[in-house]
């Protein structure tokens, strides 16, 4: 059976800075029509990046659509035709100073296939050395180094609540516990 759904009608609600969103009319599979509304994004990148200590690096940073402050790896948006992992390693240089080598993408994730059509790139990396942070002006960050093990118990017992940083965390560990990655 095909489960395809052909768009009809596409309006455009919001066209903003970071996103757009828009409402389709689609003919269902069985003929039917419905309606989707959809969020478009330009993707994302995440960056796990571990230390010769084998810690990870973290930021903090407060999230507004969440009124919280979150633990999460270094991550942004990606520049629309831009190579995810040169924006990652972008991201990694500008948030936590960190260069990194080795680096392995760690595959994508659909974060909210339901509505949204954003797309997020995870990639291991080992951390070189250090230098200067660059953030954006409206971002305030601090940044921590947690071990992996810790990292690993954080995201099973609900204290790292960020998708991309808990996919990106057990795909690292399990690297590392099948010998695909070695630790220092």
């Given at each position: 059976m095909d489960l395809s759904e052909k768009i009809l009608e596409k309006k455009?609600?919001?066209n903003g800075r970071i996103?757009?969103?828009h409402v389709d009319t689609v003919e269902l599979p069985n003929g039917k029509k419905s309606t989707r509304e959809i969020v478009s994004h330009p993707g994302g990148v995440?960056?796990?990046?571990l230390t010769n200590?084998?810690?990870l690096l973290f930021v903090r940073q407060f999230r507004y659509a969440f009124k919280d402050t979150l633990l999460e790896l270094p991550a942004g948006t990606l520049i629309p035709g831009n190579d995810p992992l040169s924006e990652g390693i972008r991201e990694l240089k500008e948030e936590?100073?960190?260069i990194g080598y080795d680096y392995m993408s760690l595959g994508k994730i659909y974060p909210s296939p339901g509505y949204c059509e954003?797309?997020?790139?995870?990639?291991?990396?080992?951390?070189?050395?250090?230098g200067k942070t660059n953030f954006d002006e409206d971002e305030f960050i601090t940044i921590e180094k947690i071990p992996i093990e810790k990292a690993l118990s954080m995201v099973?017992?609900?204290e790292i609540s960020d998708a991309k940083s808990q996919v990106a965390i057990?795909?690292?560990y399990f690297l590392i516990k099948n010998n695909k990655i070695s630790l220092n």
């Open positions: 455009d609600v919001l996103l757009n969103v995440c960056i796990c990046a200590n084998n810690e936590t100073g960190a954003e797309i997020i790139y995870l990639y291991f990396c080992r951390v070189k050395e250090f099973l017992n609900g057990l795909k690292t």
